[in-house]
């Protein structure tokens, strides 16, 4: 039986150019650590595959079919930094050596969330003449490929378009520094010949980009959270492919993301008008993931505890535990996010945010009936916050119950975080201010993410402790990691006031 065609990655650091005039390309011999220049040239054709709307051009996402060069196959490109991009490839081969004309299932999967469910049809047509100039170091390494390229597009409504650019791409065994050193010299020698960057990201986007929606003008306070709103869903979106991917951390980046645009309708609902609907919607959303990255952190963080279990007998026993223990309910709760990633209520919770980053401005705002919302405002809705989580931190200090204590303490951590993320969205009224503030508020984040950290990992010990058939080494050795976790919450729970009080403290002056 044939096997099942898997999709491979690589991280590429590309920077494109245009030639102005009668500019042409430079000698590119003579920089550092380079020995010799190849040239050649290659003919290359791609499909560009995109939503009727530009979903994935909207978010920076190429979806392309390649033929000729090196590298054909289908491939995906993800922004990732400043001129890098993860570039995910597909054979043009199914199993049976057939080529497939449409997008292959598995990489229509992983843009499901981005596409918004949404089906995909060929949106460009590019055919590029390349004339490569491969860097090559004194042991052959390719340290970098320069290309000049000859471009013909057309797109759906039969326009053509022809163009040159060059772009530089770095060698994929070069570091950070070496790579970033080498493309500024490469720069360098573009600049003074007449060569500059390009305004388009991509080719792609020079052939479509002027069918993307125009971004309209919005006052001040609007365009803060507008902002806030749209950085937070793009990071969403790419976080749906990590999830997709089983990449590390990529449940935390999803869940940070959708925390950070609730907390932002909660804090500024009554400035601009904004129902409890989407907040409802991402606090299901968020439930679903919980699961999933809860077990991720709990694995880690009690393995990487049993090293303080004196005896290794006990150790042993107490990893090998842990481990059965975790390895069954962390694949069931990966199973359980996906589904809700492939479910019609997530994509409805998309669409339902595109349309209200959208539409930000268009509707008065709440407070706008008898003058003009302003940043101040936006201010004061951040002190409205800040009294109701000083009230639950005082809770936490009247109660003497453990049970409670643990109960009050995650609401107030719950509260703070709704406050640290309002903040963000304001941060561009006082940037250095805002700095030193959030600054405190991740002390104060890490303080009480700990302690919350200490109480579910005493809730999973008792579980894994209650486990009928288990050695009595790995259960004392779960008595050991139980009670240090009780430490570790009695300090940080003591640490609460103090905490609050210089977090409070800083961010009052922006209302003071």
Same mark, same amino acid.
């Given at each position: 039986?044939?096997?099942?065609?898997?999709?491979?990655?690589?991280?590429?650091?590309?920077?494109?150019?245009?030639? @102005?005039?009668?500019?042409?390309?430079?000698?590119?011999?003579?920089?550092?650590?380079?020995?010799?220049?190849?040239?050649?040239?290659?003919?290359?054709?791609?499909?560009?595959?995109?939503?009727?709307?530009?979903?994935? /051009?909207?978010?920076?996402?190429?979806?392309?079919?390649?033929?000729?060069?090196?590298?054909?196959?289908?491939?995906?490109?993800?922004?990732?930094?400043?001129?890098?991009?993860?570039?995910?490839?597909?054979?043009?081969?199914?199993?049976?050596?057939?080529?497939?004309?449409?997008?292959?299932?598995?990489?229509?999967?992983?843009?499901?969330?981005?596409?918004?469910? /949404?089906?995909? *049809?060929?949106?460009?047509?590019?055919?590029?003449?390349?004339?490569?100039?491969? #860097?090559?170091?004194?042991?052959?390494?390719?340290?970098?490929?320069?290309?000049?390229?000859?471009?013909?597009?057309?797109? @759906?409504?039969?326009?053509?378009?022809?163009?040159?650019?060059?772009?530089?791409?770095?060698?994929?065994?070069?570091?950070?520094?070496?790579?970033?050193?080498?493309?500024?010299?490469?720069?360098?020698? /573009?600049?003074?010949?007449?060569?500059?960057?390009?305004?388009?990201? *991509?080719?792609?986007?020079?052939?479509?980009?002027?069918?993307?929606?125009?971004?309209?003008?919005?006052?001040?306070?609007?365009?803060?959270?507008?902002?806030?709103?749209?950085?937070?869903?793009?990071?969403?979106?790419?976080?749906?492919?990590?999830?997709?991917?089983?990449?590390?951390?990529?449940?935390?980046?999803?869940?940070?993301?959708?925390?950070? #645009?609730?907390?932002?309708?909660?804090?500024?609902?009554?400035? =601009?008008?904004?129902?409890?609907?989407?907040?409802?919607?991402?606090?299901?959303?968020?439930?679903?993931?919980?699961?999933?990255?809860?077990?991720?952190?709990?694995?880690?963080?009690?393995?990487?505890?049993?090293?303080?279990?004196?005896?290794?007998?006990?150790?042993?026993?107490?990893? *090998?535990?842990?481990?059965?223990?975790?390895?069954?309910?962390?694949?069931?709760?990966?199973?359980?996010?996906?589904?809700?990633?492939?479910?019609?209520?997530?994509?409805?919770?998309?669409?339902?945010?595109?349309?209200?980053?959208?539409?930000?401005?268009?509707?008065?705002?709440?407070? *706008?009936?008898?003058?003009?919302?302003?940043?101040?405002?936006?201010?004061?809705?951040?002190?409205?916050?800040?009294?109701?989580?000083?009230?639950?931190?005082?809770?936490?200090?009247?109660?003497?119950?453990?049970?409670?204590?643990?109960?009050?303490?995650?609401?107030?951590?719950?509260?703070?975080?709704?406050?640290?993320?309002?903040?963000?969205?304001?941060?561009?009224?006082?940037?250095?201010?805002?700095?030193?503030?959030?600054?405190? =508020?991740?002390?104060?984040?890490?303080?009480?993410?700990?302690?919350?950290?200490?109480?579910?990992?005493?809730?999973?010990?008792?579980?894994?402790?209650?486990?009928?058939?288990?050695?009595?080494?790995?259960?004392?050795?779960?008595?050991?990691?139980?009670? /240090?976790?009780?430490?570790? @919450?009695?300090?940080?729970?003591?640490?609460?006031?103090?905490?609050?009080?210089?977090?409070? @403290?800083?961010?009052?002056?922006?209302?003071?």
């Amino acid at each position: 039986m044939p096997q099942r065609p898997t999709v491979s990655s690589a991280t590429e650091t590309e920077r494109k150019y245009t030639a @102005g005039g009668s500019a042409s390309l430079p000698a590119l011999t003579g920089l550092p650590r380079v020995s010799v220049v190849e040239v050649d040239t290659v003919e290359l054709s791609a499909q560009y595959y995109d939503t009727a709307d530009l979903r994935l /051009l909207q978010s920076a996402i190429t979806l392309r079919r390649r033929e000729g060069g090196d590298d054909a196959g289908w491939h995906v490109k993800l922004p990732s930094g400043a001129d890098t991009r993860t570039e995910l490839h597909f054979p043009l081969a199914d199993a049976d050596g057939q080529s497939a004309d449409e997008p292959p299932a598995q990489l229509m999967n992983l843009l499901v969330g981005v596409r918004r469910g /949404l089906p995909v *049809s060929l949106a460009a047509l590019l055919t590029t003449t390349r004339h490569r100039h491969r #860097i090559r170091g004194k042991d052959d390494t390719l340290l970098a490929e320069v290309v000049e390229d000859d471009v013909v597009a057309v797109r @759906g409504d039969d326009e053509e378009m022809h163009w040159q650019e060059i772009e530089v791409e770095a060698g994929s065994s070069l570091g950070r520094g070496d790579r970033s050193t080498l493309l500024d010299a490469i720069e360098e020698r /573009l600049t003074a010949a007449g060569i500059v960057r390009s305004p388009s990201p *991509s080719k792609v986007h020079r052939v479509l980009g002027d069918l993307l929606p125009v971004v309209p003008e919005l006052a001040e306070a609007a365009r803060f959270l507008r902002d806030y709103l749209a950085r937070e869903l793009h990071a969403l979106e790419l976080s749906d492919i990590a999830v997709r991917r089983n990449e590390p951390d990529a449940i935390h980046s999803m869940r940070k993301a959708s925390r950070r #645009i609730r907390s932002a309708l909660q804090t500024y609902a009554g400035d =601009f008008a904004l129902g409890d609907t989407l907040v409802d919607e991402l606090r299901w959303f968020g439930r679903r993931l919980s699961p999933s990255r809860d077990l991720e952190v709990q694995w880690e963080r009690l393995a990487g505890q049993v090293g303080e279990i004196p005896d290794e007998r006990h150790r042993e026993a107490t990893k *090998s535990r842990i481990d059965e223990y975790f390895s069954a309910k962390t694949d069931a709760a990966r199973t359980a996010a996906l589904a809700t990633l492939d479910s019609e209520r997530y994509l409805l919770m998309l669409r339902s945010l595109d349309a209200l980053v959208s539409g930000l401005g268009s509707t008065p705002p709440a407070r *706008s009936r008898t003058s003009a919302l302003d940043p101040e405002k936006l201010t004061r809705s951040v002190a409205t916050v800040a009294k109701k989580v000083d009230k639950r931190v005082a809770r936490v200090r009247k109660t003497h119950d453990p049970h409670e204590r643990d109960e009050l303490m995650h609401r107030a951590r719950k509260g703070a975080k709704r406050m640290r993320y309002a903040i963000e969205v304001i941060a561009p009224l006082h940037p250095k201010r805002t700095a030193r503030i959030l600054e405190r =508020f991740d002390e104060f984040q890490d303080m009480l993410g700990e302690f919350q950290d200490s109480v579910v990992s005493r809730e999973h010990l008792l579980d894994i402790v209650s486990d009928q058939g288990h050695a009595a080494e790995s259960s004392f050795g779960l008595g050991i990691l139980y009670r /240090l976790e009780t430490e570790i @919450g009695r300090r940080q729970a003591a640490q609460l006031e103090p905490a609050w009080k210089r977090a409070l @403290g800083s961010a009052e002056k922006l209302w003071a």
